[in-house]
């Protein structure tokens, strides 16, 4: 049976329901490390009525299934651009974005997005901040405690579950962020700049968080980063941009098995080899 409900006058069966909030099932014939995402001959120039910015060239590059992809370059240079038109915010100028074999044009929940700056709602408690997609997919309420509750406990919140946004320090906001996209198992995963916001501690706190949940449960993440450290504790590839307008200049496996030794000496030189590039694009840190 079919059942139909109606959200922003925008009408939702019950198939949509299940492709909403499990989109990664949508793609569950493109095996672990087969490409799903890709992006051909991506150009960006940003045009206002006295000024033309190009703030990506011609990049191309594919997200594999089950990877962390970081990227990182200049501030400046184009990253939040080109997580913008992968997330469908943004109509990129030329190019073409594909996710399994269909074409990304507009947003869709196949596609969840972290931002730096939490975006969450304030008048809803830290639960119904998680539980907000799954409301608007329509999955009925036990199921979507259920699902709450596992992701407070992974995300270390089970106390917080009925405080407001504005009782919690930064790095919980963020923890509520990952949470709340994470439980709509979405295909993938954008994070711009997620732990920007955060002092040193907390950042390296939540960075192993998010190691600590991919390690149970496999997902697909772009994660744009100006830190070299945090791109090389998280990234199973890291691609590395020019400044404006965006080029790729060299993607970068990182070895090794997560949780890594931040200090450990087979990623010094890994480490430099970035750092000597992005210091070489005249950017200061
Ligand atoms: N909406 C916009 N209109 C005009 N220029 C923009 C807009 N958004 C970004 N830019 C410019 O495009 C360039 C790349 O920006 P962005 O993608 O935000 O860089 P990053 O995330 O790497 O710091 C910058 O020069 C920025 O000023
Ligand atoms: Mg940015």
Excluded at 44 to 50: A, H, Q
Excluded at 90 to 114: F, H, N, W, Y
Excluded at 214 to 225: A, D, E, W
Aim: aromatic share 6%; charged share 30%.
């Amino acid at each position: 049976m079919s059942e139909e409900i109606v959200i922003l006058g925008k009408k939702y069966s019950s198939k949509d329901r299940v492709r909403a909030d499990r989109t990664d099932k949508l793609y569950e014939d493109i095996p672990e490390g087969e490409t799903l995402l890709k992006i051909e001959d991506l150009n960006v120039t940003y045009r206002t009525d006295n000024s033309t910015t190009v703030a990506v060239d011609n990049i191309s590059f594919d997200i594999k299934k089950g990877e962390l992809l970081s990227i990182v370059g200049p501030s400046g240079c184009g990253k939040s651009t080109i997580l913008r038109c992968i997330g469908g915010l943004l109509q990129p100028t030329s190019g073409k974005i594909t996710i399994g074999d269909k074409e990304c044009t507009t947003a869709g929940s196949d596609r969840g997005m972290v931002f730096q700056d939490f975006a969450l709602f304030p008048w809803r408690s830290v639960r119904r901040n998680i539980e907000f997609g799954l409301e608007i997919a329509g999955v009925p309420k036990e199921e979507r405690r259920e699902r709450s509750t596992r992701y407070l406990k992974a995300m270390g919140l089970e106390e917080y579950a009925d405080h407001r946004i504005h009782e919690l320090s930064g790095g919980m906001k963020q923890r509520v962020g990952i949470a709340r996209a994470m439980i709509m198992h979405p295909a993938v995963i954008l994070m711009d700049e997620p732990f920007g916001a955060l002092d040193a501690q907390t950042r390296n706190i939540l960075q192993h968080s998010l190691v600590e949940v991919l390690k149970n449960s496999h997902r697909t993440i772009i994660f744009v980063t100006h830190s070299v450290d945090e791109a090389i504790y998280l990234s199973d590839r890291i691609l590395v941009l020019s400044k404006r307008p965006a080029t790729i200049h060299n993607i970068l496996e990182v070895p090794g098995e997560r949780p890594r030794e931040r200090a450990a000496p087979e990623y010094a030189e890994l480490r430099r080899k970035i750092l000597d590039y992005l210091e070489s694009q005249n950017t200061i840190f």
